[in-house]
């Protein structure tokens, strides 16, 4: 996820997604959605690119003994 960050313009979001499984599609969506809504930053002077590199991966289980 990059915001670029400009003087004169509202911050853009850009997002790239690999293997996101079906049941995940509308959670992305929802945060994608609201994450694009925050457009009320700016920097000073040319244009700043803020990275978020995020890796999501399944929760651990236990594993029950019988």
Do not use: N
């Amino acid at each position: 996820m990059i915001y670029a960050l400009a003087p004169g313009k509202p911050a853009q979001l850009r997002v790239q997604v690999a293997h996101v499984p079906p049941a995940e599609s509308a959670r992305l969506k929802k945060f994608y959605d609201g994450a694009s809504a925050l457009t009320d930053f700016h920097c000073t002077r040319g244009t700043v690119y803020v990275m978020f590199d995020y890796w999501v991966s399944p929760k651990a289980t236990k594993v029950r003994k019988p």
